[in-house]
């Protein structure tokens, strides 16, 4: 459960940037993070974060 919680903050972290600064750098980004995050997530656990994940975008 951890990695996913670090994932989920790191990509939030992310998404902060992308709002301050509207590049389209920090938006390609958090798309790329996003991406790793769920790639990084057990397909048994799959889909509740990636519904806290869609809220953000």
Do not use: G, W
């Not at 994932?7 to 939030?12: E, G, H, I, K, T």
Request: proline share 5%; net charge positive; glycine share 0%.
């Amino acid at each position: 459960m951890e990695p996913i919680r670090l994932c989920l903050q790191s990509f939030l972290n992310v998404h902060k940037k992308v709002y301050k600064a509207q590049s389209n750098l920090y938006a390609s980004f958090a798309l790329a993070t996003q991406r790793i995050c769920i790639d990084s997530i057990p397909i048994s656990k799959r889909k509740k974060p990636h519904l806290k994940m869609q809220l953000f975008i």
